[in-house]
Structure formats: C-alpha cells, structure tokens
C-alpha cells in the first residue's frame, strides 16, 4: 500500500526488478513467484532514481541526501555517499559499459569514480560565465562519451567527457523554458556516440533534436494531449509515452523520421564577417532551427540549387547509378567483394539492404499483412514440416503477403522453396524479409512466369545457350542421357541454390548476384554446371543427374563465382542474358508496384478451379457430415436393438441358472445325508484309534526312557574317553615339554662352550701372533730380549693349560647334565606305562559294567516281549470282532508277523557284544612299545559298536509299534 517512485530492470536475473517505495526502502520482486525477494532499507527520504550496472549485479539508489551501492547478490550495501544538506543530491548513475559512476550534485558539480576502487577518477570544471544554469536532468551517449545536462532554462550543456570540457551550449526554442526530461535515441550503425536527442519540456512537448547540426527533427506531444514522462526502446524503434490524460501513447521512430530519410537538398550557407569581438560563452552557443521552416533565402536557395543541379547534369551517369542509400557507392562495394570474395558478416544486411534499395513500405505492407493468412499457405505446415514454430509462422505470413500482392504467387508451387533462405535470414524483420523477396522476384526471376505453370523456358534457353558455347562436350553428354535444362538448370533456379550449398556459400553467392546485373545470377547456374563437369560426365543414369543437382557436392564456390564473372565476360552479346534481362529496378516507394507479367487467364483458370474444388470440398464435407449423423441414428438404433435382445437373453439364462441351482440343492442334500453316514462310521473308527493311541503313548514312554538310559552311557562313556584323552594329551605335553627344555640347555651349554673355545682359540691365535710380532722384532733389534721371549712363552704355555682345565670341567657338567636327563626320561616312561595300565584297567572296568546292563536290558525285554504278545492277541480278538466292517484283520496279523521278527533280531544283541569283548581280550597281549596305537584303534572300534547297538535297540522300538492303518504289502523299515 505504498506509492512507487522509481523502478528498475536488466538485473543479473532477468525475472527480477527493483521498486523504490514512498516509505523510502527498496524492494526487489521476482515476476515468476510473484514474492519479494528482498527488502533494503537505509534511505531517510524518497529515492528518486535507481541506477543499474550493466552486468546487472549493483544498482545504484540516490535520494536527496545520500546515494547507496548495492550488491545485487547479496542485496548487501558496499558504500553510501553522503552529503551535507546545503549541496544535495540530484543524480548518481553509472555511465554506460564502462565501470564509472557519475555523481551530479545541486551545485552543478560533478564527479566521476572508479567502481572498481570508489577513487576519485576527475571533476567537471564549473561552466563559463553566462551560461550557468541548476543542473537537473542528465543524458548520456551509449558509447559513454558524451554528457547532456539541462535544468530550468532552454539551455542544454553538452560535455565531452574524454576532454573534461564543455563542447557546446545548445539554445532550445523560445517556447522552452525548462527541460524536465532527456534521454538519447539510440542507433544501430552509429557504434554508441547517439546524436539524436529527446528534449521534454515544461509545455509537455517532446522535441528530438541532432546535437550536431542542432537541427529539430521532429516532435511528439501537443498542447491539448501533453506527455507526462516518456521512455525509448533500446533499439531506438519506438517510444513509449504516458500522456497526462492517464493514456499511454506508442510511437514508431521510423515513421516519425520518414521526411527526415530523404536524401538532403543542396545546401547554400552565406560567410558573413563576424562581430570583433564575442564572449567565450556566446562561442559555444548554437540555436537549434526546424529543417521544416523555410528562411528568407528561398529564392537564391532555389536558384543556387538549380545552378547545382545542371552541373550535376553534366557529371557521368555512371557515378549516379552507383550512389546508393545510406552513404554507400556501388562501384567501392564491387571492388571490396572482388578484394574479399564476401561482405563482412556484420554489415552484410546493411549492404544488402543498400543494394536492393529496399524502400520500407511499412504501410503496404501492413495493409497485405492484414489480410490474414492466404488460403492457399493455411496448411502450408503439412507439406513443409518446419521444427520451428516461429519460423513456420514468419514464413507462412510472408507467402500470405506476397499471394495477395500477386495472384500468382498464390499458384506457384516452388514459392516457398524460393523464399524460405531469405525467411530464415530476416525472420526478425518481416518487412524487410517481405521486400528482398518482393526485389529478388522481380529482377532476378525476371520472364519465370510467362509460360505458367511450366518452368521459364525462355529462361532456361538462355542457359542452354550459354552452356552450349562454353562447354559443348558437357551439353552433348546431357543431351544424350534425355536429360535437359527442367533437370539440370531449373532445380538450382526454384531453390535459388539453397539445396546445393552451404549457409556459408549461399551468402557468399548471393553477395556477388546483388552486387550485379540480373543476369549474373544465370550464369551461376551455367557455371556451378561448368565446374562439376567432371562428376557429371561420369553419371550415365537420369537418376544419378536428378541427385546431384538436388543435393551438395564437393564443389569450390569461389570457383564457381570465379567461373561465373568469365562467362560473363567471355559470352557473345548475341547470347547473353544481359540483352534479354532488364536492368535491375528497386521498388516503388509509398505503393509496391504492379505484378501481372505473367498469363491472366491461367491463373484466373486455376483460381476459378481452385475455388470450385474447394466449395466442391465443402459440399462433399457437407454431405459426408450429413452421412455420418445418419449412420450414427442407425448404429444408436442397432445398438437399442441388441440391448433388447440381450435383456430377453440375459432372462432366459437367469431362470435356467435358477433350476439349475435347485438341482444342485437336492444333489447336495443326498451328499449330506451320505456324508452324515460316512462320519457315524468314521467316529466309531476314531473310538478304536484312540484306544490304539493310549497303548502306542505307553509304548512310547518306555522307548523313550530306555532311549534316556543309552544317552547316560553313552555321555558316560564319552565323558570318560574324553578325560582319557585329556590326561593322556597333558602328560604328552608335559614330557614334550621337559624334553624341549633338555634340549634348550643342552644346546644353551654347547653354545657356551663353542664361544668360550672360540674366545680361548682366538685369544691364542692374538697371542701368538703379538709373541711372533715380538719374536721378529727381538730378532731385528737386540739378542739380549730373548730370554724376556722365553718367559712370555711359558706364561702362554701356562694359560693353555688352564684353559684345557676349564674345558674339561665344563664338559664334565655337561655329561653330568646328560645322565640326568635320562633317568627324568626313564621316569617319564614309567609314569606313562603306569598311566596306561591305570587307564587299561578303567576301560575293562566299564566294560564289565557294560555287559552288566545290557543283561539287564534283554531282561525287562523279554518281559518286554510277552507283555506285547499279551496285548497282540487282545488286539486280533478285537480285529475279528472288526473283520465285517473294514478288513483289518489282515493288517494286524502281518504286524503281529514284524514284531515277531524284531523280537528274534533282539536276541542277537549279546552276541555281538560277546564279540566285542573277545576282541577286548585279545588286544592285551599285545607288546608295550605298540600299546598306544592299539588302544586308540581299540577304543575307536568300542565306540563304532556302541553307537551299532543304539541304533539297533532304536529301530527294534520303533518296529513294536508300527502307525495304525499300515497296508499289508508295505515293506518294515
């Protein structure tokens, strides 16, 4: 809810803006989210401009009192600029693509800074004397060279900001009293340094002036409709204005400057003596005039104009047709194009443009525009599917324009084809696209359409022509392959080449077929023929000669450009297309001129035909609409009809199911009552199971405590082998160990004694080398130290000998040493023989016990037994009771034959531990030192049986009581 006083885009993020409120903060909103982005304070009064930086990263917020620097990133400030309140503000902004900020205070001073370092970079000098004025607003030039300032008066100062100086002094009209706004008008060939400057005074009338020559151009706004601010499109094409009526008013530049677009008239300047003497201020001074008032010089201006024009009667024609618009020569162009081969790839379409003198009909062409789309290009999208929508549209609209200009581009077949490298190129500017399609038509594709709807004959004569002098072995070939110009010249012709080259080469081409005569645009096509000579006299099949000038080669187009200039040099007038072409013709200006070269009646033909097949389309629409309503009441009808059908149906089948489901109710019932019988019977079977069940349980309950009794022995008899082994392992351990450390002294005291022989033998070696040394040295110098040698002799001999004494006493510790370690061996061996038998002893020990128990086991199993055979004949009494019903007295017969049989399997069990036994015995014969091996194979063997025995005495149980219900043919487990 706040009043906006300044706004601001081309930031960094391009959906971003900046919106200064009357509360004195900043916002910045994004335009996609619709959400503030951020919210910078620190101004105490209104801000009345924002200043972006052309990167779009630092704005630049200036109020009365301080300017601010912020950074658009981090919506962080990075400097403030304050002022004391006497001098005051009026504008801080950065100068265009450079890194300067200008700050222009109400003193009229003004400072220049480097962004980068916020240094002081220069300040303007204070203006002459008389012509000082409160700077209010500022305009600078694109190229940041020039700075405007205006305030309350008609002056405006022009400073050159390169110079530091004040250039100019512009004196505005009378009428003008104070500027309140000013802002240049850019333009794109000027390179940046704008010359035309907007001026909105206080009368609310926008005046453009050329800073110049001081010359008002034109101007927007009135009295009665006065502008209230206004702005100008960066283009410099249109300028926006809000008039104070509230309504927003556009204006086109290029309409507004038309007059001023013509070429200018001669011009008459009289040199008068100036005054002695003039101030410095009244130099720079310069009054802007109207090139639209007429001065009191009318008459001599006419009759010096006249003068000049028969002058001008008198120069060549030649430089007259070369003059150009915009400033450009014909001739210089030729030169630059043969110099380079092509036009700068920046100025190409100016030149362009120059060369086709386009004349920019803005006003036919919107009126051809306005007619809408051309019924013959409405589907143009289904026979040329084109990715680009946008290109699709600028394309189908050009096609449209030209169709209503002439009625035969509306009928021509390769239109598009024709147009579409110019579409691609000016899809910007449609105008322009329009109008070099409109110049390229008229001159270049001049007789095409004289014998419509065939191809130009005449024209592709020309070119037959041309390629029968230049190349008749070529032309000889063609003709005998059938293949004539309509293959060979005429597809390069429709396409304007565009299918054979490169958007590289095509430019290059057509910047060499504008800059000349019409014809030249044949003789390329002769030449590109010319060139290829040598692919094409290898083709032998009119396919092959329809691909090649449908597709790209490897031909060289300077070549071919090259070749295209000597034709036209080296070809008979008689032949050549420049007799029969007319020279090149711009279009009219204001109105596009007249095009009916070609056959009215056939293309009023083919327009009636067209418009009879189209209403013969809508009637044959009409009546196939008419066709499909009536087909849709006959398939609703149908479709009612089966609906009926299918009800009758669906209760047909709904009462037969109904029967149906009372069969199956009665069929049920008869189940049931079978069923009912079924479970009488089966609950009198389940009284017999379960009486079966109990003598099973009982059954179970003894197996499972004799199966109980075998796990105690066996975890008897494991725990006992187990701490047999232990003890036997530890003992083992325990000897290994004494052995090793027998060894470990043993070799500790043979080490011992290797280093005190090597010590003796080395200290001997020492000796006897120090007494030799002493000998040799005795016998060099003096006879009478030999008696001190013989002394040193003996003392060695000495040493010797109680060296061998201490060896020997070490080696009889030694042997001591032995001799006990071998009666700790002998005792060794005879605890283990006593661990051993200790152990034998246990072994026959539970053994004995062993046999013991199981003599009690076959006991209770004889008891066992009978209690069975007791309860067997119980059980067959009660199965012949049983017989009628099931049969199952064969059952129980058979199971009484297998448990017989287990029985007799039982008896066997003594036996193989009477075996067992024996082979007990007899291993205790056998010699001491093979005693270990065979007690662990032994006690190997042992538990082998025992485990025998268990599953034996397991799977004798579970054959006493075998499931209920057995067949009779089934095999005992």
């Not at 151009?217 to 502008?227: A, K, M, Q, R, T």
């Not at 009023?604 to 309503?629: F, G």
């Not at 049931?672 to 017999?688: F, G, P, S, Y």
């Not at 061996?829 to 051993?836: D, G, I, Q, S, V």
């Amino acid at each position: 809810m706040q009043a906006c006083t300044a706004l601001a885009f081309n930031l960094r993020r391009k959906t971003e803006f900046l919106v200064a409120l009357a509360d004195y903060s900043v916002k910045c909103f994004d335009t996609e989210t619709q959400e503030l982005v951020s919210w910078m304070r620190g101004h105490e009064s209104s801000v009345s401009s924002i200043s972006v930086h052309g990167s779009g990263k630092y704005a630049i917020t200036t109020s009365t009192d301080t300017a601010q620097l912020w950074d658009l990133d981090t919506f962080q400030r990075i400097r403030k600029l304050n002022v004391r309140q006497s001098v005051g503000i009026q504008k801080v902004f950065f100068l265009p693509l450079s890194n300067t900020i200008l700050s222009c205070f109400k003193d009229n001073s003004v400072f220049a800074w480097e962004f980068d370092t916020l240094h002081c970079k220069y300040q303007l000098p204070a203006p002459v004397e008389g012509s000082v004025l409160f700077y209010k607003v500022f305009a600078v030039t694109r190229d940041s060279r020039t700075l405007v300032a205006g305030g309350k008066s008609n002056h405006l100062h022009l400073w050159c900001l390169e110079l530091k100086r004040l250039i100019r002094i512009i004196q505005m009209p009378e009428k003008v009293r104070a500027v309140r706004h000013l802002e240049f008008l850019p333009d794109s060939f000027d390179g940046g340094s704008n010359q035309v400057l907007g001026v909105l005074s206080q009368d609310n009338i926008m005046r453009f002036i050329n800073v110049e020559t001081c010359k008002l151009l034109f101007d927007i706004g009135s009295p009665e409709e006065g502008i209230s601010t206004a702005v100008i499109s960066p283009n410099g094409r249109y300028i926006a204005s809000v008039m104070e009526n509230g309504s927003l008013n556009l204006y086109s530049v290029q309409a507004l400057t038309q007059e001023e677009n013509k070429p200018p008239p001669f011009m008459f300047k009289l040199v008068e003596d100036g005054p002695t003497y003039t101030s410095e201020a009244s130099k720079l001074i310069t009054k802007v005039t109207s090139e639209r008032s007429k001065g009191p010089w009318k008459s001599k201006q006419s009759k010096v104009q006249s003068r000049l024009l028969k002058l001008q009667a008198n120069t060549s024609l030649e430089n007259k047709e070369n003059e150009l618009p915009g400033g450009l020569n014909k001739k210089r162009l030729q030169a630059l194009l043969k110099g380079f081969g092509e036009y700068p790839a920046k100025y190409r379409m100016f030149v362009w443009r120059s060369l086709l003198q386009l004349p920019e009909n803005h006003l036919a062409f919107n009126s051809l525009i306005d007619r809408g789309i051309h019924s013959a290009f409405v589907n143009i999208q289904k026979q040329y599917p084109i990715k680009s929508r946008k290109l699709l549209r600028v394309l189908q609209r050009t096609l449209s324009a030209l169709a209503h200009w002439s009625a035969i581009f509306a009928e021509t077949p390769y239109l598009p084809l024709l147009a579409f490298p110019f579409v691609k190129l000016f899809q910007n500017n449609q105008l322009i696209c329009f109008e070099v399609v409109a110049t390229v038509v008229v001159n270049f594709c001049q007789h095409w359409f004289e014998y419509f709807p065939n191809p130009p004959l005449n024209i592709l004569g020309m070119i037959e022509n041309v390629l029968a002098h230049h190349d008749k072995e070529l032309l000889q070939h063609l003709i005998k392959y059938n293949v004539t110009s309509q293959v060979y010249a005429w597809p390069l012709l429709e396409t304007l080449l565009s299918e054979v080259l490169t958007r590289e080469e095509w430019l290059k081409v057509f910047d060499n077929i504008f800059s000349n005569h019409p014809s030249y645009f044949l003789m390329i096509v002769v030449a590109y023929s010319i060139c290829s000579r040598a692919p094409l006299l290898h083709c032998n099949q009119a396919a092959d000669f329809e691909y090649f000038f449908h597709h790209r080669n490897n031909v060289d187009i300077n070549v071919v450009i090259k070749e295209a200039y000597h034709l036209m040099e080296a070809t008979p007038l008689d032949i050549h297309p420049l007799r029969m072409l007319d020279d090149f013709t711009p279009l009219t200006k204001g109105q596009y001129p007249v095009f009916n070269k070609y056959p009215t009646f056939i293309v009023d033909y083919q327009a009636q035909e067209w418009q009879k097949i189209r209403q013969d389309e809508i009637e044959y629409l009409r009546e196939r609409q008419l066709a499909h309503e009536s087909e849709a009441k006959a398939q609703q009808q149908k479709a009612e009809d089966e609906a009926w059908y299918r009800k009758q149906k669906l209760l047909q089948e709904a009462e037969e199911q109904r029967r149906k489901i009372l069969l199956e109710e009665e069929e049920k019932l008869a189940e049931q009552r079978q069923r009912l019988a079924a479970e009488k019977r089966e609950l009198k079977v389940k009284e017999l199971q379960l009486l079966d069940a109990s003598r099973r349980r009982f059954q179970n309950y003894q197996q499972d405590q004799l199966q109980m009794k075998l796990k105690h022995l066996d975890d008897e008899i494991a725990r006992k082998a187990s701490m047999r082994e232990q003890e036997r392992a530890a003992a083992v351990q325990d000897i290994e160990l004494q052995w090793m450390e027998l060894e470990s002294q043993k070799q500790l005291f043979e080490q011992h004694l290797i280093k005190d022989q090597e010590a003796v033998t080395k200290e001997m070696k020492e000796d006897m080398e120090a007494h030799q040394r002493k000998v040799a040295e005795e016998n060099l110098a003096k006879a009478e130290q030999k008696h001190f040698g013989t002394n040193q002799r003996l003392q060695a001999q000495r040493r010797l000998r109680r060296d061998d004494q201490d060896r020997e006493k070490r080696y009889r510790e030694i042997v001591k040493l032995l001799q006990d370690n071998r009666v700790k061996e002998a005792e060794l061996l005879k605890a283990m023989r006593e661990t051993e038998e200790k152990k034998w002893e246990d072994v026959v020990h539970n053994k004995a016990q062993l046999e013991e128990e199981q003599k009690v086991a076959a006991a209770a199993d004889g008891h066992r037994k009978q209690f069975l055979d007791g309860k067997m004949n119980e059980a067959l009494e009660l199965a012949e009771k049983l017989q009628r019903e099931d049969g199952c007295f064969e059952k129980l017969h058979d199971l009484n034959a297998r448990c017989t049989e287990r029985g007799v399997e039982v008896q066997q069990v003594p036996k193989s531990e009477s075996i067992c036994l024996s082979g007990l015995s007899t291993s205790a014969s056998s010699p001491h030192n093979r005693r270990r091996a065979e007690l662990a194979r032994q006690e190997r063997e042992l538990m082998a049986q025992v485990r025998q025995l268990r599953q034996r005495l397991i799977s004798q149980a579970k054959s006493r009581h075998p499931p209920a219900r057995v067949p009779a043919t089934t095999s005992p487990p």
